[in-house]
């Protein structure tokens, strides 16, 4: 379990292809130093294991799941720094909301463009989660823990507008997602329980 506050961002050095899975290698952060193989690292929104690590890099593998569920937004890992979490300690405070790392999908920019000092997006819902997220919710994107500032409904449509502040666009990688982009994105899981839940009890 993560919080969505991002640790540090890395970039990946190295990547190999093997038998319908992807691995790769990042730097490793300063900061992370009490990893251990087997640890869960928040990489761009997805829970990664660690195989293995030494003073530079740390080595995960993605399945062909996670290649599936990330498609062509893979593409940009390579392209952006990634976002990176530790997971969660029992007794931490959580700073942003609960995240799982169990992507739902790759969502399109529909929109990211400066606004002062900030950073405005606007994320394109699949239809399938539209109703997972309303004003004022909570959203995962990347693996950044971020409120909804409006959500906007046309049929099986849906559009969520997120405002990054400077610490966001400092400590993540968000701001360098273009309109057209495809990002990571996972919905409050509280959501979905309690709307599954309420949908099953009509069924």
Avoid at 29 to 52: A, Q
Avoid at 76 to 89: D, V
Avoid at 103 to 115: E, F, L, N, P
Avoid at 140 to 163: K, M, P, Q, W, Y
């Amino acid at each position: 379990m993560f919080s969505g506050i991002i640790e540090a961002q890395s970039r990946i050095q190295n990547q190999s292809y093997q038998d319908q899975t992807i691995r790769i290698e990042i730097a490793k952060p300063v900061s992370f130093d009490d990893l251990k193989v087997g640890d869960s690292i928040c990489t761009n929104g997805v829970c990664l294991t660690i195989e293995k690590f030494d003073d530079q890099k740390i080595q995960f593998c993605l399945g062909a799941e996670t290649l599936k569920l990330l498609s062509s937004s893979f593409e940009l890992w390579s392209k952006y720094p990634l976002n990176l979490e530790r997971s969660l300690k029992l007794g931490d405070r959580v700073h942003g909301h609960l995240v799982t790392g169990h992507v739902d999908a790759s969502a399109k920019v529909h929109r990211a463009y400066q606004d002062g000092e900030c950073w405005q997006m606007q994320i394109e819902i699949p239809a399938q989660l539209k109703n997972y997220f309303w004003k004022k919710g909570s959203i995962c994107l990347s693996g950044v823990s971020l409120t909804i500032n409006e959500v906007h409904r046309n049929g099986e449509t849906a559009f969520v507008d997120i405002c990054l502040i400077p610490e966001t666009i400092k400590k993540t990688n968000l701001s360098s997602y273009q309109a057209g982009d495809l990002i990571n994105i996972e919905a409050d899981y509280l959501a979905k329980a309690y709307l599954q839940q309420k949908e099953a009890s009509f069924a």
